[in-house]
């Protein structure tokens, strides 16, 4: 899980660095200076998978979310840009206002991070009960980190975190499944290949007191996903990469969350599969009235799908909005969405 996340373990280095600058200033006060201390990834997001020689001033290459975009910024730039956004920052009443007044999930004044140090800083967030939010942002912003700590997987220094009004906070991640109806469904490659696709489905309902219940739950996702149901019997590895994403998504129901944490929904899936994915989880939230809270690095996927959006820039929220109107807005588009 988050421990063995070797993405994560890559990138660790670098955020020790930026704790030790970004402690020496006081929270609110540095959100412009940590966002320009976060230049180097600001400048990732916007050059991604460009090939582009170190001081090319204008190349087309890949953006960081969907089509393609013309690299004119320099770093300062970039960092100047960055800055410009953080200091537009969300009110607590604002984010309030997005979730209808009305917020299910709440995350009040986090400070969480991994052993000692603190990635997420005084973070907020809200969303009602139905309701979907997709956290963009650059590598190592946080956003995985948010759906850590939601789930349990972080140190919680200070702040809450509560559901429906019930504080679940220091709840471990079996409790969180288990008690207070929160799924984390886990990224890539997390399906057992020698197993059959039911077998990997009843690891969902490990939790469940009794292997029967976990066998109905089990039922009840198949009689939902007949292309599944289809391939019970089969071991998981021969699944097309849909599939075994839609395996993963529907292994998370078997508890009957009220929550679903989703990281990264579309990576490493062709853009039909990318489609059916963003389908079911539409589904899972307007039928079936799942809190949806999910992170995309295809941000003009994710923001298309959510109701509300949040771009995070190291450890905090930058900008929140519905996601249509991030989706036009223009630092957004100029950072995010590739042009
Ligand atoms: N398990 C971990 N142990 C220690 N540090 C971690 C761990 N996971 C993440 N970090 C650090 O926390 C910071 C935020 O990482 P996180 O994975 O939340 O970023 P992200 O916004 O999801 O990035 P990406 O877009 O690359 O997935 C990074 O600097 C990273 O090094
Ligand atoms: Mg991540």
Do not use: W
Not at 90 to 112: G, H, M, Q, S, Y
Not at 259 to 264: R, W
Not at 292 to 311: P, R, T
């Amino acid at each position: 899980m988050a421990e063995e996340n070797p993405k994560a373990k890559k990138v660790a280095k670098q955020a020790t660095a930026k704790k030790a600058s970004a402690q020496k200033v006081s929270a609110k006060k540095a959100v412009a200076q940590k966002v320009a201390s976060k230049k180097a990834s600001a400048k990732k997001a916007v050059t991604k998978k460009s090939a582009a020689p170190k001081g090319a001033s204008k190349k087309n290459t890949s953006g960081y979310g969907m089509g393609s975009v013309d690299i004119v910024m320099s770093v300062d730039q970039v960092a100047k840009e960055a800055a410009s956004i953080a200091a537009s920052a969300p009110t607590v009443p604002e984010l309030d206002k997005l979730a209808k007044n009305d917020a299910f999930l709440t995350i009040d004044n986090l400070r969480a991070g991994y052993g000692k140090m603190e990635i997420l800083h005084d973070f907020t967030l809200k969303v009602g009960s139905g309701q979907s939010l997709c956290l963009i942002g650059p590598n190592g912003a946080g956003k995985s980190t948010v759906l850590h700590s939601i789930f349990g997987f972080t140190n919680i220094f200070s702040g809450s975190i509560s559901i429906n009004g019930k504080d679940v906070t220091n709840l471990t991640p079996s409790q969180k499944l288990s008690e207070a109806g929160i799924a984390y469904i886990l990224q890539d490659k997390s399906v057992f290949p020698g197993m059959t696709v039911e077998e990997n489905l009843l690891m969902g309902g490990f939790l469940k007191n009794k292997p029967a219940e976990a066998k109905i739950a089990a039922e009840r996702v198949f009689d939902k996903y007949t292309r599944l149901a289809d391939r019970r019997d089969k071991p998981a590895g021969v699944l097309s990469g849909g599939e075994r994403r839609l395996l993963e998504i529907s292994r998370a129901l078997v508890m009957d969350p009220s929550v679903l944490l989703v990281d990264e929904p579309s990576i490493g899936l062709e853009p039909r599969f990318i489609d059916m994915v963003f389908e079911i989880l539409d589904d899972l939230q307007r039928r079936d009235g799942k809190t949806i809270v999910m992170v995309e690095q295809n941000a003009k996927k994710g923001l298309e799908f959510a109701d509300l959006g949040y771009v995070l820039v190291s450890g905090e929220t930058a900008i929140a909005d519905e996601g249509t109107k991030l989706l036009k807005n223009p630092d957004v588009g100029r950072l995010f969405l590739g042009g």
